[in-house]
């Protein structure tokens, strides 16, 4: 059987091995001096290596966000993980990670990071959020086409659903077109056709019609999603017996732009401290249920890993343990849960599509970042131009 060959059978049909700590390693290093690429996010790779250490992602301020020492600091904290691969997963473990992957932060400018320097490596005691521009934010590469029609159906939505508000006093839940169904149709045919006529929809050439039968997909998606993940929380907040969920996901729609906004309700470092540990022995509880050979795993223990590390990689992310380097940690244990479980690590277009979507659509998403990386791995090995990321459909 030729080199090429064996890889293929290797990593698309499904062969595993029973793993000690070196082959684990291996494979955890498998990508090379590519090894960076199964913790920076998919769509920044083409910036190369040193994308956050030059600020080259900031369209137009790297200067402010450059971070000099990222890519050594985060190398550290990769190696420290393949370094515990096979060991089980423990707060102190998962605190390492962090301090590493933030070793530079004392050295970089305090504009480029967010957090005070003499509390770089404690629990986060401030209040925390992010959000997501439904217009400009994707979980996978696009072409022009679909990036054009969901920028201008989520615009011309949200427009509509604005001058619904202002100009009729008719508030949507949504935006969703069952929902705009039980509006009079005098009214949205009236605002559709003032729309079209707008300077701004008019110079793009944007069509009320096609949006409204096929561009509805992406903004409903949208609302879906936050909607499925706020009952997932509560769930959660009910199963930890928590006070509060972990995080609060609402719909910003005083802007133009529609956003996603995720507030991270803990700020208490020792209520903080005690969840992650909460969390992550959830997580062992899991793993150690299964066989501790991999390969004696059934296809349905194999998803109950998977999902299990799915499932605390989201956790953290929803609780947001650090006040920075948060992405970066979380990244670098994924791939060492994954590795040691007998996965190989992935690569992700958007790593964060964990924060903003459910926990089925997310593991789904895992799995395509897993089948990324070993066509990342193939192209190194086999010297065949693939792009992993435009090879499988990242959704």
Known sequence: MSRLCYIYKMTFLGFRMAYTAAEMRNTFWRLGDNWWK???????????????????????????????GYYASVKKAAEFASMELGKQLTKEMYVRIHSLACEHFSDVDQKAINVEKDKIHQFRAVHCGCSQ???????????????????????????????????????????????????PVEITSRICSELTRNGFFAAKGVNAVDILNNGYVFYENAFTA????????????????????????????????????????????????EIVSQLITNYNDIINSLPEDTTLRNEEQNQQALRAIAELFQHLEWLHPFYDGQGRTDLVLLAKLLTENGFNPSILYQPYFSTFEPLDKWTHYLEKGIEAWKIEALKLESSIAIDPLKSISML
């Open 226 to 273: 936050l909607n499925q993940i706020n009952i997932e929380l509560a769930n959660l907040q009910q199963k930890l017996h928590h006070s509060k969920p972990l995080a609060t996901l609402i719909l910003n729609s005083s802007l133009d732009t529609p956003f996603i906004t995720i507030n991270y309700n803990f700020m208490n470092p020792v209520e903080i401290e």
């Open 38 to 68: 199964q913790i920076y996010d998919g769509k920044y790779h083409s910036f190369g290596a040193d994308v956050f250490d030059l600020g080259l992602h900031g369209s137009g301020r790297r200067r402010e966000i450059a971070e000099p």
């Open 133 to 183: 521009n439904l217009v400009t934010d994707s979980n996978e590469a696009e072409d022009k086409y679909q990036a054009k029609m969901k920028k201008y159906s989520f615009i011309f939505i949200h427009s509509l659903r604005m001058n619904l508000q202002n100009k009729y006093h008719i508030t949507t839940e949504s935006g969703s077109k069952q929902e705009l169904k039980k509006i």
